[in-house]
């Protein structure tokens, strides 16, 4: 689809995948843009209608290893943990990160998985290439789990 990530993800969650809004289905986000950062926009879309939707975020910082980069567009408009905080609480959504950068090769881009805590997260605690993050949703500090 050639037009903007907000408007292609309504069309095909109100259309072809209106049907399958309760089964599980993976998004993979890259498509973040210097003055336009619509990421915020595109979980609230996501999340408001598919309940069991996993979230890869690609690009993202993982806060605790700085041998991965992230997109950083400047104040208000860096993907870190704190960017996507509201959209965590709103959802009460499951945080993981991927294992060490150590361990990777190439780019060495950070990523997150973002997951509804009870329907998706205790499947995905089982992926061993995956460490999730505990964070109370009152605050959200960040806590390994």
Same mark, same amino acid.
């Given at each position: 689809?050639?037009?903007?990530?907000?408007?292609?993800?309504?069309?095909?969650?109100?259309?072809?995948?209106?049907? =399958?809004? !309760?089964?599980?289905? $993976?998004?993979?986000?890259?498509? +973040?843009?210097?003055?336009?950062?619509?990421? &915020?926009?595109?979980?609230?879309?996501?999340?408001?209608?598919?309940?069991?939707?996993?979230?890869?975020?690609?690009?993202?910082?993982?806060?605790?290893?700085?041998?991965?980069?992230?997109?950083?567009?400047?104040?208000?408009?860096?993907?870190?943990?704190?960017?996507?905080?509201? =959209?965590? !609480?709103?959802?009460? $959504?499951?945080?993981?990160?991927? +294992?060490?950068?150590?361990?990777?090769?190439? &780019?060495?881009?950070?990523?997150?998985?973002?997951?509804?805590?009870?329907?998706?997260?205790?499947?995905?605690?089982?992926?061993?290439?995956?460490?999730?993050?505990?964070?109370?949703?009152?605050?959200?500090?960040?806590?390994?789990?």
């Amino acid at each position: 689809m050639h037009m903007d990530s907000r408007a292609a993800l309504r069309e095909i969650l109100d259309g072809p995948l209106a049907q =399958k809004s !309760r089964d599980p289905i $993976l998004f993979y986000l890259d498509s +973040h843009w210097n003055k336009d950062l619509p990421l &915020a926009d595109e979980l609230e879309i996501i999340f408001s209608k598919c309940c069991r939707a996993i979230v890869l975020v690609d690009d993202f910082q993982v806060h605790d290893d700085p041998g991965y980069s992230y997109d950083d567009y400047g104040p208000g408009k860096a993907l870190t943990f704190d960017y996507v905080t509201e =959209k965590i !609480r709103a959802y009460e $959504l499951a945080t993981f990160y991927p +294992h060490t950068s150590e361990a990777e090769t190439g &780019a060495k881009r950070g990523c997150i998985l973002l997951a509804n805590n009870d329907l998706m997260g205790p499947i995905l605690e089982r992926v061993p290439l995956l460490r999730k993050f505990a964070h109370t949703h009152e605050n959200l500090s960040i806590q390994k789990a």
